[in-house]
């Protein structure tokens, strides 16, 4: 029996990761909480997708909010706690739209929403 040496192997990983498609950073994997994937953020205007962009599975979802909705006319922003922040509701309120986030639960000023849109989410 003959031993196979593992150059062509390494030499494919370091070919793959030179013209970027190779590595867990190009392919948006990650850790989190429930183990390895990707987190997909969706851009819906009514029932159509409008943008999407992936991102590692240990990645905030607030990181995206400006780059997600950011050339996409909205009247209206609906997303999850985990979209809430000054900037991205100030952000929102300073394009002329409504931001329908709810509070985190550590929000010492909590803003009003309305939940019957909220539900639309």
Sequence with gaps: M????????????????????????TQALGRSRGGFGTKVHAAVSGLLPVKHILTPGQAADV?????????VP???????????SKEVVTWVEQAG?????????????????DWSRYKDR
Excluded: C, H
């Design 2 to 25: 003959t031993q196979r040496s593992s150059a062509p192997i390494r030499a494919r990983q370091a070919q793959k990761k030179a013209n970027g498609t190779g590595g867990k950073e």
């Design 63 to 71: 990181t995206q909010a400006k780059t997600l909705i950011e050339g």
């Design 74 to 84: 909205f009247e209206v922003v609906i997303a999850d706690k985990g979209y809430d």
């Design 97 to 113: 739209g409504e931001a329908v986030i709810p509070n985190r639960s550590n929000a010492t000023k909590p803003r009003e929403i």
